[in-house]
Every structure is written in structure tokens, then in C-alpha cells.
């Protein structure tokens, strides 16, 4: 027999759960970056492991950021083109759509998705492979935090090196967007037509400030989401690899959440 008040009653039980859990997560992450700035204030920062991390977690990711966002760029590009061409649009809609469509939102959300994949699930990797084998614990038993050790630096890291790595693709995505402008027979834009119209249309230092703004806080929940899945690792490799896809699929939502808020607010 279907009874609706117990199906109902199941349901918001569970939505508890779930907002509670959540609410839990987000707890966590915020006392893991109350940690990490209390250390960083008081000038307690490993700078050989700060520098070692910039190259490993910065610099060996901005191939695949750059392929992902040139792509993207060209694609929108042709897509924008065809339109303007179609419907008899002016051409230099191409240009002013690009270039504002990357500096606000393709650019930082892109690079954040794919450095969660690469940077997220290596830190919880890391991090939970020593936390299975005890390594973790040895560092609390020579009174050596781990947050002081092993949260700080990838932060500083990512922090400096992931904001850099999406201006640089946003640069690079725009400039391939020239591609498909300058060789539809349609438009056949010229070099200073486009580059001039996205300089005007990034003219405003609001766009490269809401790009920075995005990018240091994408860096931030990619490093304390998988620090978090890291340090709460368990049963093993198989424990690894379940913080690992935990660890990017948080990030992304969390990227998402962040995003939308940034820009009802910046908007």
C-alpha cells in the first residue's frame, strides 16, 4: 500500500542528511584554510617544497590547459563566425564575444575543471597514499603538522602558479579565435581588426580582475578539496582511489557553486 506521508517524511530525511553533510564538508574545508593562513601569517612556509610544488603542479599542467582553452577558443570562434555570417551580423561580434566570453567564464571555470582532474586527484593521491601508509601520522608523531608541511605549500603553489596558467590560456584561446575569423570567406578579418576590437573589449580592468578573482579561489578549492580527501583517506588503495574520484567531483561542484556566486555578485 502507497503511503505518501512516510514517502514524504523519507524524503526530507534524506534531504537533511544530505544538507548536513554538506554543511559538514564545508566545515572542514574552512577550518583547513584557517590552518593553512595561520601558518602562512606567522611566516612558517617550507619554501623549497613551496617552489618544488609551483613546478610540479603549476608548470607541468599548462600544456593541457593550453590545448584545453586554444580548442575551446577556436571552437566559439567558428560558431560565432558562422552566425555572424548567416545572419548578417557585424564581424566584430566575433572578436568582442571571444574575448569576453574567456576573460569572464570560459578561461578560469576551464582551467579550473581541467586542474581539478590533474592537480586535484594528484594531491589527494599523494596525500592519501601517505595517509594509508601511516606517513601522516609519523609527521604528528615528530610534531610536525601536516597542514604546516603539506597544505601550505600546494596552496601557495596553486595560488600563484594556476592564476598565472589561465591568463596565459585565456591569451592563448583568444588569439586562436583569430583563426576561423580571418579565414571564413565571409568575414576574411583582419589581424588589426580583430586584436584591436579585443582590446577594446577587455579594455575594462573589471574582465582581468574578475579572471584573477576566479582563478585564486578555483586554486584554493582545488588544493583544500584534495587535501581534505587526502587526510580522510581510508582502506588502502582502494580507499586512494575512491578519495581520488571523491576528490575531483567535489572540486568541480564546488568550481560551479563558486562560480555562480562570484558572478551574481560581480553582476
Known amino acids: 500500500m502507497f503511503r505518501p506521508f512516510e514517502a514524504i517524511g523519507k524524503l526530507i ?48 599542467s599548462i600544456i593541457i590547459v593550453f590545448l584545453c582553452i586554444g580548442f575551446t577558443g577556436i571552437t566559439l570562434s567558428y560558431i560565432l563566425s558562422e552566425g555572424a555570417v548567416d545572419y548578417g551580423l557585424p564581424p566584430l561580434i566575433v572578436p568582442q564575444g571571444v574575448s569576453l566570453a574567456m576573460a569572464q567564464e570560459l ?3 576551464l582551467a579550473a575543471l581541467v586542474l ?20 601522516i601520522d609519523a609527521l604528528r608523531a615528530i610534531a610536525v603538522s601536516p597542514v604546516k608541511y603539506l597544505v601550505v605549500p600546494r596552496l601557495l603553489a596553486c595560488m600563484i ?4 596558467i589561465t591568463w596565459l590560456a585565456c591569451v592563448v584561446g583568444i588569439s586562436l579565435g583569430f583563426l576561423p575569423a580571418h579565414y571564413n570567406p565571409g568575414m576574411e578579418m583582419t589581424t588589426t581588426a580583430y586584436f584591436g576590437e579585443v582590446k577594446n573589449a577587455l579594455a575594462t580592468p573589471k574582465y582581468i580582475q574578475l ?31 575512491i578519495s581520488v574520484t571523491r576528490s575531483v567531483v567535489f572540486a568541480m561542484i564546488l568550481i560551479f557553486l563558486a562560480n555562480l556566486i562570484i558572478t551574481l555578485i560581480e553582476f
Not at 116 to 135: C, H, P, Y
Not at 161 to 164: C, E, G, L, T, Y
Not at 225 to 236: A, I, M
Open 13 to 60: 530525511l534524506d534531504l537533511l542528511k544530505s544538507t548536513y553533510a554538506f554543511a559538514e564538508y564545508i566545515g572542514d574545508l574552512i577550518l583547513l584554510f584557517i590552518d593553512s593562513l595561520r601558518f602562512i601569517f606567522r611566516g612558517q612556509i617550507h619554501v623549497r617544497n613551496t617552489i618544488h610544488q609551483i613546478s610540479h603542479l603549476g608548470a607541468d
Open 107 to 109: 578561461a578560469p571555470v
Open 116 to 135: 581539478a582532474g590533474r592537480v586535484g586527484s594528484g594531491i589527494t593521491s599523494e596525500l592519501g597514499s601517505m595517509k594509508v601508509t601511516e606517513q
Open 161 to 164: 602558479s594556476i592564476p598565472m
Open 211 to 241: 579572471l584573477f578573482k576566479k582563478s585564486v579561489i578555483f586554486a584554493a578549492i582545488i588544493v583544500f578539496v584534495g587535501c581534505r580527501e587526502g587526510f580522510n583517506t581510508r582502506g588502502g588503495a582502494q580507499g586512494v582511489g
